[in-house]
């Protein structure tokens, strides 16, 4: 696989995220439904942003494993909230998620009137291989 990062200003590497990118050659593609703060045991968390934040990031990278697919091929990620100004004081641990993993994506955030149930936030995502 080649991945091609294009980003023609440089405003947005402080945000974690990339205006394109381009891949080519892929192996696979998967695509993932939103990954949110739901237990193993499908119960919807009615937890802080923080603590939903942490466990949404921890589904999508299960859900990414057991396909077989790296965090680090992830080329799309769209974020829903429910309050973006709930989300700003803990996007620090997002953007160390990203860097941990190596992640170059393309990235929309929009704020939603309201997801399932209690969740505060989702994370759906494009990964190749």
């Known amino acids: 696989m080649e991945k091609q990062v294009i980003n023609p200003w440089k405003w947005q590497d402080e945000r974690s995220y990339a205006q394109a990118v381009e891949v080519k050659n892929v192996e696979g593609t998967l695509y993932c439904s939103g990954q949110t703060a739901i237990s193993a045991d499908g119960i919807s968390s009615t937890e802080d942003m923080q603590t939903q934040l942490i466990l949404a990031l ?41 860097a941990k993993h190596g992640i170059k994506q393309a990235l929309t955030l929009l704020e939603v009137k309201s997801l399932f149930e209690t969740l505060k936030v989702e994370l759906e995502a494009t990964v190749v291989k």
Do not use: D, M
């Open 58 to 98: 921890k589904n999508l990278e299960q859900v990414i494993h057991e396909a077989g697919y790296e965090c680090k091929g992830i080329v799309r990620l769209n974020i829903y909230t429910t309050s973006t100004a709930e989300l700003w004081p803990y996007f620090g641990i997002f953007q160390e998620w990203i």
